[in-house]
């Protein structure tokens, strides 16, 4: 039997199949009003850096979850980079109402050991009888010792996400991942093909409840900027240190820290800190640019609001040039290993079901759109960050998740006499989302299964990026059909024991 949470799905059929037996949930039974550890969804934690950390604490609040094991390559370092120097410790104090938590620690400290303590202190706290979690530098040792894991949640660099999904998933587990589902198009279409032929359940924690994208979609419906003719999306990202070439120096790896494994399918190269932890987006090998950090955030959600459910069917993009001097001469660096400080790509769209054909143009690193004229006569500039959606009889601007959409100018957003505002919920965070969904055996609203369009499409930006042409692209055979050589981008080569 495929493991779909597998306690509740045994107590679902014996339910089912024997009439005169009565299942009462353990909790029910001992009147606390909460869920016991034995009807709780497991869950290991796979990557243990800022991030893992910083979503450590809604796993361990969760009522429904119980995080059963954490992982991760390196044991515990202070080198972590972050968005402020306490943010990560001060939320972890926050969960565990505990002001001391890192006292005397130097640096923005993460890794395996750091997880393990913070959730064996919590349970400790908060769970009758708390049991720890176990801890393991290596997944895969993890998936064989660990045999009663509801859930994955991969939070490792983006080239280990369909390795370690896919391992997770042949054993009978359901996945849970941060973006991309993968960095390159084969290993992205072998992991969803797996979700759906195993049936298994999973969530791509992109997703977001976005009541203004079905606002603006009915906006266009309604045809108050005539036909469709363009989408724009801008980032100021990257916030992380970006570079042009591999490093040439040999710092030795550090104590406690599995390079090897780190690197996990990528072929063998020196260690260097340039590549670990947060810089790792920017690099080709390793991450998905800041259109797969954020680009995701904004276009899964605007996929699933819109039926688009075709990939683009061609893509072109550019990206910054720079220069550096050599012996009194100034010359071009050549950049194919990482991600350009900025970029434009523009991806063309087939008509879809819902829409005509349309052209989704990504920016980022500072650059964006100039202010279109309705913008101009409400003496107003294109925001930071934002969203535009352009027709042949005018525009709807929006945040970058699509927040607080207007039809511009202003005078025609006065003008229309249809809803102006989205429905008002809550945005519940992603464990919320996807525990709900699991537990009864339904798809997610982020489950991978509908994630292929939007993982086609970022994947692509960045082989548009390192192609340097325009490239057609046919999605039914995974094919570049102009550029032969730029096929191999749709693939990764393997070390040796990695291959998928």
């Given at each position: ?6 306690r509740?799905?045994f107590?679902?059929?014996?339910a ?13 039974i ?19 850096g ?17 995080v059963?094991?954490v992982?991760?390559?390196n ?26 938590w ?7 400290v993460a890794?395996r050991?750091?997880a393990?303590?913070y ?8 769970m ?18 660990e045999?009663?894991?509801d859930v ?9 996400h ?5 391992a ?15 960095n390159?198009?084969?290993e ?7 979700a ?24 266009i419906?309604d ?6 003719k363009?989408?724009?999306n ?10 042009t070439?591999?490093?040439?120096d ?9 390079w090897?494994?780190w ?7 020196p ?14 090998e390793?991450g ?11 276009l ?6 819109f039926?688009i459910?075709?990939?683009?069917v ?5 990206g910054n040039?720079?220069?550096?001097a ?7 660096i ?7 400080y ?5 991806m ?5 079901k819902?829409l005509?054909a ?16 309705e913008l101009?006569?409400d ?5 930071e960050e ?7 009889e005018g525009?709807?601007?929006a ?10 100018p ?9 809803s102006?505002?989205s ?5 519940e965070n992603?464990?919320?989302i ?7 055996g ?7 299964i509908y ?13 548009a ?8 692209y046919?999605?039914k ?14 693939y ?9």
């Amino acid at each position: 039997m495929k493991k779909n949470i597998s306690r509740r799905n045994f107590i679902a059929s014996a339910a089912s199949t024997a009439a005169t037996i009565s299942i009462v949930p353990s909790h029910v039974i001992a009147g606390s009003g909460k869920v016991p550890p034995s009807d709780k969804i497991t869950v290991a934690n796979i990557g243990c850096g800022t991030q893992g950390l910083r979503e450590m604490g809604d796993l361990l609040t969760h009522e429904q979850i119980q995080v059963v094991a954490v992982c991760d390559p390196n044991r515990k370092s202070n080198n972590y980079l972050d968005w402020s120097p306490t943010g990560l410790r001060d939320g972890i104090r926050k969960v565990l109402n505990d002001q001391t938590w890192g006292e005397g620690e130097k640096g923005i400290v993460a890794g395996r050991e750091v997880a393990k303590a913070y959730v064996d202190q919590y349970y400790s706290k908060n769970m009758a009888g708390g049991k720890g979690c176990a801890s393991y530098e290596d997944f895969r040792e993890l998936l064989e010792n660990e045999k009663d894991i509801d859930v994955l949640k991969i939070m490792t660099p983006d080239h280990l996400h369909a390795t370690i999904a896919l391992a997770g998933m042949s054993k009978g587990v359901n996945v849970i991942t941060h973006k991309p589902i993968a960095n390159r198009m084969y290993e992205a279409r072998k992991t969803i093909k797996m979700a759906k032929d195993n049936g298994l359940k999973t969530h791509l924690l992109a997703w977001s409840n976005r009541p203004e994208y079905d606002l603006v979609f009915k906006w266009i419906q309604d045809g108050v900027i005539g036909e469709l003719k363009e989408i724009h999306n801008w980032s100021y990202r990257p916030v992380w240190p970006q570079f042009t070439g591999l490093p040439q120096d040999r710092p030795p790896v550090p104590d406690g820290f599995n390079w090897d494994l780190w690197l996990g399918p990528v072929p063998h190269r020196p260690y260097h800190p340039n590549y670990t932890h947060n810089v790792f987006r920017g690099w080709y090998e390793f991450g998905g640019g800041s259109i797969a950090d954020m680009g995701h955030y904004s276009l899964f959600p605007l996929f699933r609001a819109f039926g688009i459910e075709t990939a683009p069917v061609s893509a072109k993009a550019y990206g910054n040039t720079l220069r550096k001097a050599e012996d009194g001469v100034c010359k071009w660096i050549e950049n194919d290993v990482a991600f350009p400080y900025s970029c434009l790509i523009k991806m063309n769209f087939p008509a879809q079901k819902t829409l005509p054909a349309f052209d989704l143009c990504w920016y980022d690193g500072g650059m964006k759109p100039f202010a279109p004229e309705e913008l101009e006569m409400d003496d107003r500039d294109i925001p930071e960050e934002g969203m535009m959606f352009v027709g042949d009889e005018g525009k709807i601007l929006a945040g970058f998740r699509c927040e607080n959409p207007e039809i511009i100018p202003a005078k025609k957003m006065d003008a229309y006499t249809g809803s102006k505002t989205s429905e008002s919920y809550s945005r519940e965070n992603g464990n919320n989302i996807w525990t709900d969904a699991f537990k009864n055996g339904i798809e997610s609203p982020g489950s991978f299964i509908y994630a292929g369009p939007v993982t086609e499409t970022i994947n692509l930006a960045a082989v548009a990026l390192r192609a340097k042409k325009k490239i057609n692209y046919d999605s039914k055979y995974m094919k570049i059909t102009n550029d032969r050589d730029a096929n191999a981008y749709l693939y990764r080569q393997y070390r040796l024991g990695w291959e998928i």
